[in-house]
């Protein structure tokens, strides 16, 4: 099968659809960071997005596109996560009904906010139950459009917008450490870091206990593993997507991994130090950053942070352990 890849050209729409929708989010800097690290580091502040992640980028980009017969029958999507809470907002600015599969035993604060920006919760099961399979057939039931988290090009042309922005605001890179679960993010950041800052290396980051990212980008070819565990949730993807492989595997520089001690440390840090609330998942740019042993002495660096939804408790849990 062939597939259409979005290009920069994708990107620079999907800025145009979000204008105005999306935050225009803060790329900060911190001198402690910079004194570590020998290195000049520009964080793109993404848990300070609608929602709290850069998913709220792709979501609201996809059914920007939508056809009015489309946003008139609504969009279902699968998603104990961020994707959820992105997809039921943007149906909500947009006047289109919204259908969220959750698993039966997803928090009750990730059920009750995606109820709460007014998306049609249904539960299933997680252990009998396919969400695939239950997506699809709900959605020819109900003629219904599948919006998926990462493995769509409106989605990962809307998730670029955050580096195109960064490039835009603080000129070229040596660097980016960019967060990946499926790769959506991951494939956007490559194609808005290829047309404006074509040196810049570019590095996605997963979680240690996941690496199928990395084994997929070193092989050649979409390796499938099982959940892993890690406190990183949004990056508990068991393969990356066809498209996201396709400009991943052309425009990345190397798949990294970071430890959960390592992403405990980089959240400690930016409570301390910058004041923020980043989420496991969204410090793994950082924590590479910091441990992956790139030569970034003296070299300026991106760090997209992607989220900052943690709930609070798990948040004190986690930096007291
Ligand atoms: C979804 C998510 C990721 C991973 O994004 P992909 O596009 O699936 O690679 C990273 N960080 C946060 C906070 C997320 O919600």
Do not use: W
């Amino acid at each position: 099968m062939m597939l259409t890849l979005p290009t920069y050209d994708d990107v620079i729409a999907a800025a145009l659809r979000l204008e105005g929708q999306a935050h225009r989010t803060p790329v900060l800097q911190s001198r402690t960071a910079d004194d570590r690290l020998g290195a000049r580091v520009f964080f793109k502040c993404e848990n300070f997005q609608c929602t709290g992640a850069f998913k709220f980028r792709g979501a609201f980009n996809a059914l920007s596109k939508f056809s009015p017969a489309q946003r008139h029958a609504g969009v279902i999507t699968f998603s104990s996560g961020n994707h959820a809470q992105a997809i039921a907002l943007s149906a909500r600015m947009l006047g289109i009904p919204a259908t969220i599969l959750m698993p039966l035993d997803a928090p009750q604060a990730k059920l009750d906010a995606t109820r709460g920006y007014g998306g049609e919760v249904i539960l299933f099961d997680r252990f009998q139950q396919d969400r695939e399979a239950l997506t699809r057939a709900l959605a020819e039931q109900r003629g219904l459009t599948l919006i998926p988290p990462y493995d769509h090009p409106d989605v990962m042309a809307g998730q670029g917008t955050a580096a195109k922005e960064l490039f835009e605001e603080v000129g070229e890179l040596d660097y980016l450490f960019v967060p990946l679960g499926g790769g959506g993010l991951l494939s956007g950041s490559a194609l808005a870091a290829r047309a404006l800052s074509p040196k810049c290396q570019v590095y996605g980051v997963e979680p240690e206990a996941g690496n199928d990212g990395q084994q997929s980008f070193r092989s050649g070819q979409i390796v499938h593993i099982a959940t892993p565990q890690t406190i990183a949730d949004g990056a508990q993807t068991q393969h990356l997507g066809q498209y996201t492989f396709g400009v991943i595997r052309r425009d990345v520089d190397d798949v990294l991994t970071a430890s959960d001690a390592q992403l405990v440390e980089a959240m400690r840090f930016f409570a301390e130090r910058m004041k923020m609330v980043v989420e496991p998942t969204g410090c793994l740019g950082f924590a590479a950053a910091c441990h992956a042993g790139v030569p970034i002495d003296g070299k300026r660096v991106g760090v997209i942070l992607s989220g900052g939804n943690v709930d609070l408790q798990r948040f004190a849990e986690l930096l007291a352990s």
